[in-house]
C-alpha cells in the first residue's frame, strides 16, 4: 500500500472519491508489461464513485455528482467527432496533472484513470453521471469490460431479432457480450469456450447453445445449430489468433467477426485472403465496445434498474484494496469473473 499525493483538480478536471472499482484484465496486461512500460503504473480504471470537487471550467459536472468513470472522454474537436462519431474519438482526453508518489515520482494512472484509490484525478468528460440508486459494485463495471462485451454485441455487431451470434470466450466481457446480444433480440447465442464452469456461466448470461472447444469442434457445432450455415455475428473476446479464426470460420456469408478481446502486441494473425474476399461481410475491431459514455451508460443503468440486465451477476466477490495481487491470481486461474474493489 502507497501513499499518493492527488492535486486539487485544474482547467477541465475532477477529483473523484473512489466507491467502487473492478478488477479487470486490462489492469493485469499493465501488470504484465503487456500494454507499455511506463512504470510505476497506478492501476484500477473500472470505476464509480462521487465528484468530490471540480476544477475551472467545468460544467458537465458537480460536487456530489454519482458518475461512472470512462477512459474515453470524446474531445468534440477532431475529425471524427466532426463527422458525428464520437464514439471513436481520435483525441480523447485525460487529466492534464499526474499523481505522484510523495518522493515526487510520477505514475501512469492506467488508462487514464488509476482508481485503485481513495481519491483519484480525471478529466471531468471522463465522469458520466447516472442514477444513484444503482450500486457502486455493479455501476462501475460499465466504465470497462461490461460495456465493451455488451458494445461489441450492441454497437459494433449490430446484432439484430432473430439474429444468430457466437461468442468466444466466456470471461466477463464474453459474457457481456451474450447478455447484449440477447438484450438486442438474437435468437441464438452459443458460448465457446474451453471451460465447463465459464460455459455454465454463460448460460446464466443468457446463451441459448454452449460447446466446450477443448473437446469438440467449436466451427463444426456452430454450423450444426445455425443450419449449416454459421453464425450471422461472431464475437471473439479472447485476443488470442487462433480463436479469431474459429470465429472467421464460423461466420455465416456475409457475417461479421468482431474482436473485442485484446490481443498481445507480439502476436500475428495469418487468414485465407480468398475467404477474406469470398465469405464478404465485416471484420471489425469493437474500442470500447463503440460506446459513447453519456449516451451509453445511463441507458444501460437504466436497464439495470428495470431487471433486464443483471449487472450483479458479474461481480464474484468484493474485496479491499489489499486483496488486489490475489484478485489477479483469481483471474489468472478462472475463478472469478470480476472481483470489485470496495472502498
Known sequence: METIVVPDPGPGEAIVKIQACGV??????????????????????EAAGIVESVGEGVTNVKPGDYVILNWRAVCGNCRSCRRGKPWICFSTHNATQKMTLTDGTVL????????????????????????????????????????????????????????????????GVGDAAIAGARL????????????????AWAKDFGATHTVNSKSTDAVEYIKSVTDGNGADVCIEAVGNPAVYQQAFAARDLAGTVVLVGVPNPTVKLELPFIEVFGRGGALKSSWYGDCLPSRDFPMLIDLY???????????????????????????ERGEVLRSVVVL
Open 24 to 45: 479487470c484484465h486490462t489492469d493485469l496486461h499493465y501488470r504484465e508489461g503487456g500494454i507499455n512500460d511506463d512504470f510505476p503504473f497506478l492501476l484500477g480504471h
Open 108 to 171: 501512469s494512472p492506467a488508462l487514464g484513470i488509476g482508481a485503485f484509490i481513495e481519491k483519484t484525478l480525471v478529466h471531468s468528460g471522463q465522469c458520466t453521471p447516472v442514477d444513484p440508486k444503482a450500486p457502486p459494485t455493479a455501476a462501475g463495471l460499465l466504465g470497462c469490460g461490461v460495456m465493451a462485451g455488451l458494445g461489441a454485441a450492441m454497437n459494433t455487431g449490430g446484432v439484430g431479432r432473430g439474429d444468430s451470434v457466437a461468442v468466444f470466450g466466456c470471461g
Open 184 to 199: 438486442a433480440g438474437a435468437a441464438k447465442v452459443i458460448a465457446v469456450d474451453i471451460d465447463d464452469q465459464k460455459l
Open 305 to 331: 434498474r428495470q431487471g433486464r440486465l443483471d449487472l450483479d451477476r458479474f461481480v464474484s466477490e468484493t474485496i479491499g484494496l489489499g486483496d488486489v495481487e490475489e484478485a489477479f491470481h483469481k483471474m
